[in-house]
T-cell receptor, first 112, second 111 residues
Framework: DADVTQTPRNRITKTGKRIMLECSQT?????MYWYRQDPGLGLRLIYY???????NKGEISDGYSVSRQAQAKFSLSLESAIPNQTALYFC???????????FGDGTRLSIL | ELKVEQNPLFLSMQEGKNYTIYCNYS?????LYWYRQDPGKSLESLFV?????AVKQEGRLMASLDTKARLSTLHITAAVHDLSATYFC???????????FGTGTRLTIIP
């Protein structure tokens, strides 16, 4: 089983719908992150969390919200999806700020 | 604010050749990371470079860091097809504690 599991792996939905992407991890890491990847732009940080009570905005948080339900679970929500949120979304975890992050397999989200 | 630039964005090279991917960053970075991403897959950590002059090698890949020049390089020796992937560098500034990624270099090894 993967250490960092994202669900769903693929999702197609319509403009205006509410979408939740889920991430769970078995690595026991406190730090969790959500990124989006767009062609030619690399990965950009949406939100990050250092523990259950600590949530921080990243570079591109507008239009997104998150919930850290437990140490092992970190969900990303799009309250009202729009087409330019079509992207590949990654969840990642790390043990500390300077250790490499461990990434899930990604969720490919298409908004029509 | 840390900015990270990679070049080239795309690279096609023949098997057996050597080449280098460059990663420039704008301000002091306390850690420099290299990741590999296969098509449709997740990112895999390759190297963490901690200090000026650091060099790390794994197989045909060697990464180095020059903090004075704000430059990291990923050198590929005698490329083989299995190295075809997208390679990302990312920087970290202590206190900020957020990775800033470059745009990636898509490497294609041609037989």
């Amino acid at each position: 089983d993967a250490d960092v599991t994202q669900t769903p792996r693929n999702r197609i939905t319509k403009t205006g719908k509410r979408i939740m992407l889920e991430c769970s991890q078995t690595k026991g890491h406190d730090r969790m992150y959500w990124y989006r990847q767009d062609p030619g732009l690399g990965l950009r940080l949406i939100y990050y969390s250092f523990d259950v009570k600590d949530i921080n905005k990243g570079e591109i948080s507008d239009g997104y919200s998150v919930s850290r339900q437990a140490q092992a679970k970190f969900s990303l929500s799009l309250e009202s999806a729009i087409p330019n949120q079509t992207a590949l979304y990654f969840c990642a975890t790390s043990d500390s700020a300077w250790q490499p992050q461990h990434f899930g397999d990604g969720t490919r989200l298409s908004i029509l | 604010e840390l900015k990270v630039e990679q070049n080239p964005l795309f690279l096609s090279m023949q098997e057996g050749k050597n080449y280098t991917i460059y990663c420039n960053y704008s301000t002091t970075s306390d850690r420099l990371y290299w990741y590999r991403q296969d098509p449709g897959k997740s990112l895999e950590s390759l190297f963490v470079l901690l200090s000026n002059g650091a060099v790390k090698q794994e197989g045909r890949l060697m990464a180095s860091l020059d903090t004075k020049a704000r430059l990291s390089t990923l050198h590929i020796t005698a490329a083989v097809h299995d190295l075809s992937a997208t390679y990302f560098c990312a920087g970290l500034v202590f206190g900020n504690e957020k990775l800033t990624f470059g745009t990636g270099t898509r490497l294609t090894i041609i037989p």
